[in-house]
């Protein structure tokens, strides 16, 4: 696609529920990174994927945070039992990584609302 | 760890004045330097990003930006605002290897009055 897609846009659960958040990178981008953007913060890195792998996973809260990417592509952030405190943006982002001079293009998030 | 600070939360300018958003960053090596813009219910939106060689950066929309190393600081500057620029601002720090692992800013919201 043209850019980076999130799927839900906006996504209410109860507490203790389990979600999904979608992440569709721009085709060819092998680097793909999950952040978490709080009520009034700047976004927060959370996990980043080289290809399949998590290179990075320093980010993620704790054990109920997780994110998967398969086929190097789509990526998927699973969140269980979820909390209220775990409302937030959620925004994926894709480059071209390679080491060194790229930039990071963002998706317009998913807005994740635990009641 | 590298860190950034935006000390200003909220800045209010006049449409066609002169602006200037404040970042200072913490990190032991050269960092790579990034501006972002956010809108209501937009993406963040690259404005400008510095990774070595000329201090001073153009980017889009007619901004940009000074690496001071001597004072931690990339400033963001636009010489004459439009009401279209009314949004959240954010500065970002990454490094080599990464550079797409950003350390963000809590923001600037800059307000446009006409």
């Known amino acids: 696609g043209a850019g980076v897609s999130q799927t839900p846009s906006n996504k209410v659960t109860e507490k203790g529920k389990y979600v999904e958040l979608r992440c569709d990178p721009i085709?060819?981008?092998?680097?793909l990174y999950w952040y978490r953007q709080s009520l009034g913060q700047g976004p927060e890195f959370l996990i980043y994927?080289?290809?399949?792998?998590?290179?990075?996973d320093s980010g993620l809260p704790n054990d109920r945070f997780f994110a998967v990417r398969p086929e190097g592509s789509v990526s998927t952030l699973k969140i269980q039992r979820t909390e209220r405190g775990d409302s937030a943006v959620y925004l994926c982002?894709?480059?071209?990584?390679?080491?060194?001079?790229?930039?990071?293009?963002f998706g317009q998030g998913t807005r994740l609302t635990v009641v | 760890a590298q860190s950034v600070t935006q000390p200003d939360i909220h800045i209010t300018v006049s449409e066609g004045a002169s602006l200037e958003l404040r970042c200072n960053y913490s990190?032991?090596?050269?960092?790579?330097l990034f501006w972002y813009v956010q809108s209501p219910g937009q993406g963040l939106q690259l404005l400008l990003k510095?990774?070595?060689?000329?201090?001073l950066v153009q980017g889009i929309k007619g901004f940009e930006a000074e690496f001071k190393r001597s004072q931690s600081s990339f400033n963001l500057r636009k010489p004459s605002v439009h009401w279209s620029d009314a949004a959240e601002y954010f500065c970002?720090?990454?490094?080599?290897?990464?550079?797409?692992?950003?350390?963000f800013g809590t923001g600037t919201r800059l307000q446009v009055t006409l």
């Open positions: 982002a894709s480059s071209l990584e390679t080491g060194g001079n790229t930039e990071a293009f």
């Open positions: 085709s060819g981008h092998t680097a």
């Open positions: 994927f080289q290809g399949t792998g998590a290179a990075d």
């Open positions: 990190y032991g090596a050269t960092p790579y």
């Open positions: 510095y990774f070595s060689g000329d201090t």
């Open positions: 970002a720090v990454g490094r080599a290897g990464t550079a797409s692992k950003l350390t």
